[in-house]
């Protein structure tokens, strides 16, 4: 499970210093194979370990073709992914494609989602961090399967 906040810097051609305490996982999960695509609902990437990104994949591909949202939502997700490795070093090159849609430049934040990565440019998740906190995170009602979520 990946989880936590990780500032990172990206270097000149675009490549991401994975932490350490993520590689092995990352190494283990598809041995070093990861596939980054654009989410579907911020300005930022998905980072997916390679056995994560294929059941996530299966479940959208699976998804009507008729229905004008589902398809959108391919075209987004699945349509933008792209499969990268990570080198000896750690690193995973960033496709520049996706690192303009994300705003991607020198600074970056890596968020850990349990079974993917967010990445983040450094002001954008500082602003939507602050907006979030600001007006409470709960804006909406939980889904059903949350309603009992004790923390």
């Known amino acids: 499970m990946f989880r936590g906040v990780s500032a990172l810097s990206l270097d000149d051609k675009g490549r991401l210093v994975v932490p350490t305490r993520y590689r092995h ?52 997700i699945v349509g933008h992914a792209t499969d990268c490795e990570m080198d000896g070093a750690g690193r995973i090159l960033l496709p520049a494609p996706l690192r303009e849609f994300a705003g991607l430049e020198k600074r970056v934040v890596l968020i850990g989602q349990g079974n993917k990565f967010e990445i983040w440019n450094e002001d954008h998740w500082n602003e939507r961090r602050s907006a979030w906190l600001e007006e409470g995170i709960l804006t909406e009602p939980l889904p059903p399967e949350l309603a009992n979520l004790s923390l």
């Open 25 to 76: 996982a990352l190494r283990a999960r598809g041995d070093g194979h990861v596939v980054v695509t654009v989410c579907d609902s911020e300005r930022c990437l998905w980072l997916y370990g390679l056995p994560e990104w294929e059941n996530a994949e299966r479940l959208l591909t699976g998804l009507s073709s008729t229905h004008a949202a589902s398809q959108r939502l391919k075209r987004l």
